[in-house]
């Protein structure tokens, strides 16, 4: 299969999971929260627990994301603004982007790549990774690349 019929039927299958999955999102406990305090500044949380008050918004999304990190758990980020409404943001790079109230869900894809050998096959891969990342900025990864001369994808 040639990494356009892929990027298609990559695109096509998106497009069907989040109609699928397009439900309003609650925040939970253990979500993070930038809250716009109206005396001025920024309160983060994350985790059901107060972590800082800031001044800049760019401080407060690198607390969130410096947490994140530390924690290895990425909840969603709630923006709470000085009325109390919340919006669900998406931190990427420093930058806070306005999202829709989707859940967030981990797809995890088989394909079938022909290639030499396994360097090769990997070469392929990580082109075919790279474009999915270019097009949707959702930092996929491999998980595994094993040989599989003959049976159905997902059998061994």
């Known amino acids: 299969m040639k ?3 892929l990027k298609k039927m990559i695109q096509e299958q998106i497009k069907l999971m989040l109609k699928e999955y397009d439900t309003i999102r ?3 406990d253990d979500d993070c929260f930038i809250t716009n305090v109206v005396r001025g500044g920024y309160d983060v ?3 059901g627990k107060f972590i800082q008050h800031v001044d800049e918004m760019d401080e407060a ?3 969130v994301k410096d947490w994140q ?3 290895s758990f990425y909840p969603t980020t709630w923006y709470v603004d000085d009325h109390g409404g919340i919006s669900p943001i998406n931190i990427v790079d420093g930058m806070i982007y306005k999202t829709s109230n989707k859940k967030r869900y981990v797809a995890n894809i088989e394909f079938y790549v022909y290639a030499e050998d396994e360097n090769h096959a990997n070469k392929e891969v990580q082109q075919i990774i790279n474009m999915i990342d270019g097009q949707y900025d959702n930092h996929p990864s491999v998980v595994s690349l094993k040989p599989q001369q003959f049976g159905k994808i997902g059998m061994g």
């Open 69 to 71: 990190d530390r924690n």
């Open 45 to 47: 949380s994350c985790g």
């Open 61 to 63: 999304l690198q607390i």
């Open 26 to 28: 609650k925040p939970e």
């Open 3 to 5: 990494v356009d019929q």
